[in-house]
C-alpha cells in the first residue's frame, strides 16, 4: 500500500503541495489527475525520494522509498522515460539496473519480451522513437517484479497498439494484487484503465474515489426532456445550481438534478413528459467541471483564426 501523509513542498515563497495526503491500495488501479501544474509530478518524486518534502512524508509497503534495501524489487516507477544515456543500448541499460540488486540477465530478457523490444535490445538508445522509449522505461519498472508501480504519463508516444498493450498491463498488474498508481493527461484512457481516482488541483487534493462515483457525482452529466408544456417545466425547476438550456421547441437540457426529481415535479404537476433521458458524463466532462478554477494555465481561441 501506498501512503501521502499531509505531504507539503515549498520552492522559496512558492508552495507547489499542500498537506496532501491520500492511500492507493492494492489491486486496484489508480488514476492520479490535475492539470498542469497541479503538483503530480512533485507528488510522485516526493514518493520516490527524489525530492524531499518541506513538510508530511510518504511510504510505500509501510517504509519510505529510501528505507528500503532494494527498492527495484518493490517499486517500479517511470517518471522521465528518455533519463538513459544515448550510448547504451537497451539490453546493457537494463543490465546495468539488474546489477545493481543482483537481479538475473532470464529477468532483463524477459522484460523486453514483455514490452515488445527484443529485436531492437541491442540497438543504441539515442536511435529509439519516443513510445519505443517509454517502453523502455516500463521496461525498467517492471524489471524487479515489484508489487508497487508508480508511472507517469506510460501512455506518452504510443501507437493505438500501445496504449492498448500498457492498458491490458496495468489491468493485469493489478488484477495480481500490486499497487498500480498512473499519472496521465488522456481523460478517455483513464475511464477504460483506472478503477480509482486521486484528483489535485494546485498542490490540494480536489477528490479521492471510485470512476464511477466521481462522475455519477460530478453534477456535469445533462437529462434530455422532452414536454409539450415545457415552459410550465422550466418555471418549476428553476432553482439554485440548475442550469436549463433548450435549442429546439419542447426539448430541454437540463443539468444540476437528476430523472427522477424532474419526472416528480411532472408528475405532480400532470405535465405530461414524451422523454426523460439521463446523459451521463464522461470523465472528462467531470474532471473539467471539477478542475475548472484549479487550471493555472488557461488558453484563449480568441484571435486564432487572425
Given at each position: 500500500m501506498l501512503t501521502a501523509n499531509e505531504l507539503t513542498k515549498r520552492y522559496g515563497d512558492r508552495t507547489v503541495v499542500t498537506d496532501l495526503s491520500f492511500t492507493v491500495?492494492?489491486?486496484?488501479?489508480?488514476?492520479?489527475?490535475?492539470?498542469?501544474?497541479?503538483?503530480?509530478?512533485?507528488?510522485?518524486?516526493?514518493?520516490?525520494?527524489?525530492?524531499?518534502?518541506?513538510?508530511?512524508?510518504?511510504t510505500v509497503g509501510g517504509r519510505s522509498y529510501a528505507g528500503h534495501p532494494a527498492p527495484?524489487?518493490?517499486?517500479?516507477a517511470l517518471l522521465e522515460a528518455r533519463s538513459v544515456h544515448p550510448g547504451r543500448t537497451a539490453y546493457h541499460h537494463l543490465r546495468a539496473l539488474a546489477h545493481t540488486h543482483g537481479i538475473p540477465r532470464a529477468r532483463v530478457e524477459q522484460v523486453l519480451a514483455l514490452t515488445g523490444l527484443t529485436d531492437v535490445a541491442h540497438r543504441r538508445v539515442?536511435?529509439?522513437?519516443?513510445?519505443?522509449?517509454?517502453?523502455?522505461?516500463?521496461?525498467?519498472?517492471?524489471l524487479g517484479d515489484p508489487a508497487t508501480l508508480i508511472l507517469d504519463e506510460p501512455v506518452n508516444g504510443l501507437d493505438p497498439e500501445g496504449v492498448l498493450w500498457i492498458r491490458n498491463l496495468l489491468k493485469s498488474l493489478a488484477a495480481e494484487g500490486r499497487t498500480v498508481l498512473v499519472s496521465s493527461h488522456l481523460m478517455s484512457?483513464?475511464?477504460?484503465?483506472?478503477?480509482?481516482?486521486?484528483?489535485?488541483?494546485?498542490?490540494?487534493?480536489l477528490a479521492d474515489t471510485t470512476v464511477a462515483a466521481f462522475v455519477r457525482d460530478s453534477g456535469a452529466g445533462t437529462?434530455?426532456?422532452?414536454?409539450?408544456?415545457?415552459?410550465?417545466?422550466?418555471?418549476?425547476?428553476?432553482?439554485?445550481?440548475v442550469d436549463i438550456t433548450t435549442d429546439t421547441p419542447g426539448t430541454l437540457q437540463v443539468r444540476g438534478t437528476d430523472a427522477e426529481h424532474i419526472g416528480r415535479t411532472a408528475a405532480a404537476h400532470g405535465i405530461p413528459l414524451y422523454e426523460l433521458t439521463p446523459n451521463a458524463a464522461s470523465l472528462e466532462e467531470a474532471f473539467m467541471d471539477l478542475t475548472r478554477d484549479a487550471v493555472e494555465y488557461t488558453a484563449t481561441l480568441e484571435g486564432a483564426a487572425a
Open positions: 491500495r492494492p489491486g486496484t488501479v489508480t488514476g492520479f489527475l490535475g492539470p498542469n501544474g497541479a503538483g503530480k509530478s512533485t507528488t510522485m518524486r516526493m514518493i520516490l525520494g527524489l525530492d524531499a518534502p518541506t513538510r508530511g512524508h510518504a527495484l524489487t518493490e517499486v517500479g539515442k536511435g529509439f522513437s519516443l513510445g519505443m522509449g517509454q517502453r523502455l522505461g516500463i521496461a525498467a519498472a517492471l484512457e483513464m475511464a477504460l484503465t483506472a478503477e480509482h481516482l486521486v484528483i489535485i488541483g494546485r498542490g490540494r487534493l437529462v434530455k426532456v422532452v414536454s409539450p408544456q415545457s415552459s410550465d417545466l422550466v418555471r418549476l425547476l428553476t432553482a439554485p445550481g
